[in-house]
């Protein structure tokens, strides 16, 4: 028997029927995603007066109320209380329940006329308990039968919202669902029916008080119909809120999900033939020639994704070149990995911009021990976990298999030839393994210079840019940041008007964009730069600058970038032509690994058709020329060592803490899997690996990390090392064990007198260490800003150890007998100009008045949130320190992102930067909910300046952030709610 509450039901017919099924006998109006006009087969009875509750003066439905089929369910409801109540003598209460017998055997009697046993039924419930309309299926056997197109085309629009949800349910959840609760909402029906009260409160009344006085004068003077009840219900329905779906999106990605299935089942099949595109939906093909112009993958792209040891997911190193298309094998295996494996992936980044592991890293200072730290215990605590390591430059690849424990695949494949170039006064060379000297004479400069111009331009840079911009692009690669503004304002002193007139409109939008970075502060250099398409980049620019001028320059508005050789490894910049200004990066000769990377730059694939660089040399430096572009690449070796304590030091103490090894024994085993391990015959001649092991758990216990006993006469003793609160602290924290005994200190001294008047102290303990070397204060702005303090911040001074006497003599130049600590005094200069960046969230204004670059101050601004991140993790693991938690907390926040505090939280959405959150906090939108809850269309409007694109990613970011924070808060209280499995008197 059907279920006695309203019902609809829809049933799949063919393409035939469905055509058949649409021919209307009469009129029908598609004005309403509700209900379809109808005329109703109630018969004669008087017109229905609108309930008294209703706030709508018109009825919704009207006498046309039902969307399916010919008869209405209401008009036959309205048929049948008419007939009973003309009795007299029924009551109510009788009525009601013999209106629910015929109706539980009329509706029945019409599934059996007029549909099969399989179709499905959808149920529109409006409950007043739940609040929300729920979605039940008839059958449970039927659970999984998807609804056809003929069941979207006509399902309401208000029912559509959760129509997802139903994939949700599983078959047994449906069937116990249904079979537990039929006979309640027979009940429940029944006693709506008796009660016109609590029927009649729909969805559009649940809030409103069911005492009120209009209320009452309706139920008691004006008892309501069935017929209005059951349209007052449907009301609800119909004001829902409704979700536009496409069917043809529904049906795309029901393709996309059904391909990601076939796909993960065949690369778990370890068949060759792993579905569409290499394992992952054809979706993924298509966006990758929709948005990289990407048609087909290079031959060698294709044989590496489908080597063997791929897809028995072992590990793997490949090597080719700079600009060979590494990274798109490396997104397609991640891809592989989240969509058809369902597994996580971790990605290490040596630099910021890169998306991809470089294994020639781990020969980079304290960045490359780092890397083999984490990529150690990868492989010593999980067998499972595969590693991918990539680099466009490998010399002894021996090694790094033996570590990573890796299959190995290379090529020389670039899409497109790079010549190399070396040029000696106007002379152009071709490099050439071939000749004598290893150098070919290819060509002689072609430019007239003027004396001045050869003054002002004595290595020809302008002859080798104007070759080639502004039809193509050039990089100009400087040892030093100073050179690189140099360089980019000496060319366009000297180029020609016409320069101006390439793409003007979009080199305004770059300068407007570049003031509004700078809260109306332009920088000097670029503001003459720019109009010609030439600009620098270095680390002296903010994150904000950096990112404009990429943008900009791979967009062919800027066609000179004059850089430093961190670009090189750090940016995916190609240019037609690579120029590097000297062999030199600072002070130190250029290294082969530097020179292919900068060299590598030249080549745009898709774009260009060759490639050159040209290597700009002085005669007195030709023969260490020849033997660095002649020379092989050099090795990579493991910076354990070197880096003592980022290197094995922090590696052992963290052994311990993690309890990865925590004997002698167990903790040389674990070196034994490094790349120290496996290079130790080559490092340490003088000790061997277990003494050195041996040493640094010595040096660690001395320290107080550590605490156990490291036997004299047997090496490999068992005695079981454990880990001290400071160790715990040290390794949570991050902190440098160079530090961690200073930190320490600094914190106890801080506890005896914590000055909170400002928060110039905590700013100060907050400060990064490794940032005071390189720090000169300029003395008579120290003494300025010293004596703009109170009277509180200058007893901080005094605390920390810089009386005021010392910054006057500084200032005026007189000697110093009282030796100073030079590490104090430069953290306390820089907090001055985190204090300063705090009060007044400018970095620009903050580097003018320190005479800093801005770049630096930027890049202490998060170094100090780093740190102060750091130490907050530092100080949960020490019980005295419990009091700097909660400050911590505050401060980490205001570090990080540098503005007012109610700006903060608009802050954390991806996209909005200080300027865009002003605008939207001016605008109203002050909250997260504010923006996961905007209309795009409204912010486009309110926000200058912004694109549709971006608004639908603030609100898309905001709604994820808003999502998770309520998903920590729900596991938060499910960890709350959760039984205790050690109740007393439960067992």
Not at 58 to 72: A, W
Not at 163 to 172: I, R, T, V, Y
Not at 196 to 217: C, I, M, Q, V, W
Not at 281 to 299: F, M, N
Request: net charge neutral; aromatic share 6%.
């Amino acid at each position: 028997m059907a279920e006695p509450r309203l019902a609809v039901r829809r049933k799949s017919h063919s393409s035939s029927e469905r055509k058949r099924s649409r021919a209307p006998a009469q009129p029908v109006a598609a004005s309403s995603p509700v209900a379809r006009k109808r005329p109703s087969s109630g018969g004669e009875g008087p017109p229905a007066e609108a309930p008294c509750s209703n706030d709508s003066e018109e009825d919704m439905f009207g006498d046309y109320d039902s969307f399916y089929g010919n008869d209405s369910l209401i008009a036959q409801v309205d048929d049948i209380e008419h007939k009973y109540l003309q009795d007299k003598n029924m009551d109510v209460k009788t009525a009601g329940e013999i209106i629910l017998g015929n109706l539980q055997s009329g509706v029945h009697q019409k599934e059996q006329d007029n549909f099969s046993a399989s179709q499905n039924v959808v149920l529109l419930k409006s409950d007043q308990e739940e609040g929300a309309f729920q979605v039940h299926d008839s059958d449970p056997a039927d659970g999984n039968q998807k609804l056809t197109e003929s069941a979207l085309d006509d399902l309401p629009s208000s029912q559509l919202l959760y129509f997802e949800k139903m994939d949700e349910l599983s078959s047994a959840s449906r069937t116990s669902a249904l079979s537990k609760g039929r006979d309640e909402r027979v009940n429940s029906f029944s006693d709506k029916i008796r009660d016109p009260l609590s029927f009649y409160a729909g969805a559009e009344h649940r809030n409103r008080p069911t005492d009120s006085s209009s209320h009452s004068k309706c139920i008691l003077f004006k008892p309501e119909s069935l017929k209005d009840h059951l349209k007052s219900a449907m009301t609800g329905n119909a004001r829902a809120q409704t979700l536009q779906v496409s069917k043809t999106k529904q049906l795309k990605e029901a393709v996309l999900s059904e391909e990601i299935f076939v796909a993960r089942k065949a690369i778990e099949s370890s068949s060759l033939d792993i579905g569409p595109f290499y394992g992952l939906p054809s979706k993924v093909k298509d966006l990758l020639r929709q948005l990289r112009g990407i048609e087909t993958l290079y031959e060698w792209q294709h044989d590496c994704l489908m080597l063997e040891s791929l897809q028995q997911r072992k590990n793997l190193i490949y090597s080719l070149p700079t600009g060979g298309g590494k990274t798109l094998v490396a997104e397609i295996i991640i891809l592989q990995e989240l969509l058809c494996r369902q597994k996580d992936v971790l990605m290490i980044l040596p630099y910021v911009a890169i998306v991809q592991e470089k294994l020639h890293m781990l020969g980079a200072g304290s960045r490359g021990a780092v890397l083999e730290i984490t990529l150690a215990k990868l492989l010593y605590t999980s067998k499972k976990t595969q590693i991918i390591g990539m680099s466009a430059t490998l010399n002894n690849v021996g090694d790094l298999q033996k570590f990573l424990q890796a299959e190995y695949y290379t090529n020389n494949f670039r899409p497109v030839e790079l010549k190399e170039y070396i040029k000696i006064r106007d002379t152009i060379y071709a490099v050439d393994s071939k000749t004598q000297n290893g150098f070919a004479f290819s060509r002689l400069l072609n430019f007239k210079y003027s004396s001045n111009l050869e003054k002002a331009d004595p290595d020809h840079i302008i002859a080798l840019v104007t070759e080639v911009i502004p039809k193509y692009s050039c990089l100009i690669f400087c040892p030093t940041k100073k050179n690189c503004e140099n360089v980019a304002s000496m060319v366009c002193k000297y180029l020609k008007k016409e320069f101006r007139v390439h793409k003007e409109k979009e080199k305004e939008d770059l300068i407007k964009n570049l003031k509004s970075i700078g809260n109306g502060t332009f920088c000097p250099v670029l503001k003459q730069t720019i109009p010609f398409g030439i600009a620098y980049h270095h680390s002296g620019l903010t994150n904000d600058e950096r990112k404009s001028i990429e943008e900009a320059y791979s967009a062919g508005v800027l066609c000179v970038l004059a850089c430093t050789a961190t670009l090189a490894a750090g940016v995916n910049l190609p240019a037609r032509r690579v120029i590097l200004r000297a062999p030199y990066v600072g002070n130190d000769f250029l290294k082969k690994n530097q020179y292919k990377q900068m060299a590598g730059r030249a080549g745009r694939a898709g774009i260009d058709s060759a490639g050159e660089s040209i290597l700009i040399v002085q005669e007195k430096d030709k023969h260490l020329v020849q033997d660095l572009v002649h020379s092989p690449l050099e090795n990579c070796y493991s910076n354990l060592l070197q880096e003592l304590t980022k290197g094995i030091q922090s590696l052992l103490l963290s052994l311990v803490g993690l309890k990865v090894a925590v004997t002698h024994e167990e903790v040389d085993n674990f070196m034994c899997c490094t790349l120290l391990g496996v290079q130790q015959q080559l490092l340490s001649k003088e000790k061997s690996l277990t003494e050195i092991v041996k040493d640094g758990l010595e040096n660690l216990i001395e320290k107080g990390l550590l605490k156990g006993r490291i036997s004299q006469k047997d090496h490999n003793s068992k005695s079981t090392l454990t880990i001290t609160p400071l160790g715990k602290a040290t390794y949570k924290g991050s902190i440098d064990l160079a530090y961690c005994n200073i930190l320490y200190r600094d914190l106890k001294k801080g506890l005896e007198g914590l000055v909170l008047e400002s928060n110039l102290h905590l700013l100060y303990l907050s400060t990064p260490y490794d940032m005071t070397s390189t720090c000169s204060p300029d003395w008579m702005i120290y003494l300025r800003q010293f004596n703009q303090l109170s009277a509180a911040e200058q007893k901080v001074a005094d605390i920390v150890g810089v009386p005021e006497s010392f910054i006057t003599k500084k200032a005026s130049g007189q000697a110093i007998r009282k030796n100073m600590d030079d590490a104090v005094v430069n953290r306390f200069y820089l907090t001055f100009v985190l204090y300063a960046l705090l009060k007044e969230t400018n970095i620009w204004s903050v580097s003018e008045k320190f005479n800093l670059s801005r770049g630096y101050v930027q890049n202490l601004l998060s170094s100090a949130a780093s740190f102060a991140s750091c130490l907050l993790h530092f100080c949960e693991e020490i019980e005295e320190f419990w009091v700097y938690k909660a400050l911590l907390i505050e401060l980490t926040k205001q570090l990080t992102y540098c503005v007012k505090t109610e700006l903060i939280p608009l802050m954390e959405v991806a996209g909005v930067l200080e300027a865009r959150a002003k605008q939207l906090y001016n605008a109203g939108y002050k909250t997260l909910a504010h923006l996961a809850n905007a209309n795009p269309e409204t912010l486009v409007r309110m926000i200058e300046h912004l694109s549709r694109r971006q608004a639908k990613q603030i609100i898309s970011s905001a709604k994820m952030l808003l999502s998770e924070k309520a998903e920590a808060l729900q596991e938060e209280v499910e960890e709350l709610l959760k039984v205790p499995t050690d109740i007393p008197g439960t067992h």
